[in-house]
C-alpha cells in the first residue's frame, strides 16, 4: 500500500470554474477526513466520512463544495463555481480508528 | 473560543533544549493525535494516545484525560525538528471529527 493518494497534486483554474479532487485513503481505512490550509494557517476541518456515510459538514463550506463517497473507499470533492477565496491547499486523511495518514494535499490556484 | 488552544504559537530555541508544547481542548475525546509539519511539507503523525504518556526517540507526548491537557516534549532539540506541531484530538465514539489545535512553530537555531 501506498499510502493516502491525493490528484491532482496541483490545479489552477479560474474563477467560475468547477473543480474536482480525489483522495485514495489506505485500504480499508473506514475514516475520511478532507482539510483546507492556507498559507501559514493550520488545516481547517472541511468534512468526514465514515465509510460511504458523510458524518459532518463544516460550516465554513458554501454551497457550492460537495463531497462524496460513493463506496466508501476513494472520496471525492467538487467546488463548483471556485472563488480567488477558494485558493488553498486540499488535504486528506484516512484513519481506521488508530494511526493517521496524511496525502500530500491538492494545491487550488484559482485566478 | 476555540475548542483546542495550543500554547506557545511560537517557540525559537537554541539546539539541545529540552522543549515542550501544551495543548489544551474543551471537548470530549477518545484520543489525541499530535502532528509534525515541516515547511512546505505534508502532515506526518507522531503520535496516538488516549491515555498516559508515549515516547518515540526524542520525542515524548503525554496526555491528562482529566484535565484535558496534553503535552508533547522534545529532548536534546535539533535543527530538524524545526517544524509546527499540531495537537489534534479525536472526538469521542459518534463523533469521530479530528479537529485541529492552533499549531506551534518551532524554530531550532543551531
Known amino acids: 500500500d501506498t499510502g493516502v493518494s491525493q490528484n491532482p497534486r496541483h490545479k489552477i483554474t479560474k474563477r467560475g470554474q468547477n473543480v474536482t479532487f480525489r483522495c485514495d485513503p489506505i485500504s480499508e481505512h473506514n475514516r475520511l477526513y478532507w482539510y483546507r490550509q492556507t498559507l501559514g494557517q493550520g488545516p481547517e476541518f472541511l468534512t468526514y466520512?465514515?465509510?460511504?456515510?458523510?458524518?459532518?459538514k463544516s460550516r465554513l463550506l458554501s454551497d457550492r463544495f460537495s463531497a462524496e463517497r460513493p463506496k466508501g473507499s476513494f472520496s471525492t470533492l467538487e467546488i463548483q463555481r471556485t472563488e480567488q477565496g477558494d485558493s488553498a491547499m486540499y488535504l486528506c486523511?484516512?484513519?481506521?480508528?488508530?494511526?493517521?495518514?496524511f496525502g500530500e494535499g491538492s494545491r487550488l490556484t484559482v485566478l | 473560543k476555540n475548542e483546542v488552544e495550543q500554547s506557545p504559537q511560537n517557540l525559537t530555541a537554541q539546539e539541545g533544549e529540552f522543549i515542550t508544547i501544551n495543548c489544551s481542548y474543551s471537548v470530549g475525546i477518545s484520543a489525541l493525535h499530535w502532528l509534525q509539519q515541516h515547511p512546505g511539507g505534508g502532515i506526518v503523525s507522531l503520535f496516538m494516545?488516549?491515555?498516559g504518556k508515549k515516547k518515540h526517540g526524542r520525542l515524548i507526548a503525554t496526555i491528562n484525560i482529566q484535565e484535558k491537557h496534553s503535552s508533547l516534549h522534545i529532548t536534546a532539540s535539533h535543527p530538524r525538528d524545526s517544524a509546527v506541531y499540531i495537537c489534534a484530538p479525536w472526538g469521542s465514539f459518534g463523533n469521530e471529527k479530528l479537529t485541529f489545535g492552533t499549531g506551534t512553530r518551532l524554530t531550532i537555531i543551531p
Open positions: 494516545l488516549s491515555s
Open positions: 466520512f465514515q465509510n460511504e456515510a458523510q458524518l459532518e
Open positions: 486523511a484516512s484513519s481506521a480508528g488508530g494511526e493517521l495518514f
